[in-house]
């Protein structure tokens, strides 16, 4: 089945440090691949998506490239601000189908 | 504003003693969806459901139950709760097959 795999925290940065989380998938077919992020005490919110292989979703200064030939979405940010601590989770959905598959997330905390 | 809304946000209850957590949406979406979230677990699915009167199992359907009787109400309903239902839970929704929109989250703890 559909799986997703992303790098393990917690991650702390100081601000304006470059931010990368890897993800990986595993899916048939042509998934499309999402970011969400979860700040404290509040519900998810879609950062960026990717629908198609080489295509590069960016939102807030955050990018990731959906990278068929390696089955990867790594999220980017090239200068952090402590307003991105959050909790960071890749996620794909299969074609044809509304069920997403999530990875475990990343906590981030951005230190001034 | 276009929201999915959860209530309670917390809630603490014991072992056995049922429970109901709303889900609405009022965007019109036909999909809604509920998730729960535990440590280095990511979320994983409960239930789904396509459309009105349409539901069904997601990946950890054990111990819950879900109704559609509207387009716009997706309770999720623990008929007798368990410690280890203890856990954060998200209702999404979504028009299409693509962005999913998630509620502020019901944090539950069962003693």
């Known amino acids: 089945g559909d799986s997703v795999t992303q790098m393990e925290g917690p991650v702390t940065l100081s601000e304006e440090a470059f931010l990368t989380i890897n993800c990986t998938y595993t899916a048939t077919g042509y998934p499309s691949l999402f970011w969400y992020v979860q700040y404290p005490g509040e519900g998810l919110q879609l950062l960026l998506k990717?629908?198609?292989?080489?295509d590069k979703g960016s939102n807030k200064g955050f990018e990731a490239t959906y990278r068929k030939e390696t089955t990867s979405f790594h999220l980017e940010k090239g200068s952090v601000q402590v307003s991105d601590s959050a909790v960071y989770f890749c996620?794909?959905?299969?074609?044809?189908?509304?069920?997403?598959?999530f990875g475990a997330g990343t906590t981030v905390t951005v230190r001034a | 504003e276009a929201q999915v809304t959860q209530n309670p946000r917390y809630l603490i209850t014991v072992t056995g003693k049922k429970l109901t957590v709303t889900c609405s949406q009022n965007m019109n979406h036909e999909y809604m969806s509920w998730y729960r979230q535990d440590p280095g677990l990511g979320l994983r699915q409960i239930y789904y459901s396509m459309n009105v009167e349409v539901t069904d199992k997601g990946d950890v359907p054990e111990g819950y139950k879900v109704s559609r009787k509207e387009k716009r109400n997706f309770p999720l309903i623990l008929e007798s709760p368990s410690p280890n239902q203890t856990s954060l839970y998200f209702c999404?929704?979504?028009?299409?097959?693509?962005?999913?929109?998630f509620g502020p989250g019901t944090r539950l703890l069962v003693l």
């Open positions: 990717a629908t198609k292989a080489d």
């Open positions: 999404a929704s979504s028009s299409t097959q693509e962005t999913q929109y």
């Open positions: 996620a794909l959905k299969s074609t044809n189908d509304y069920k997403l598959s």
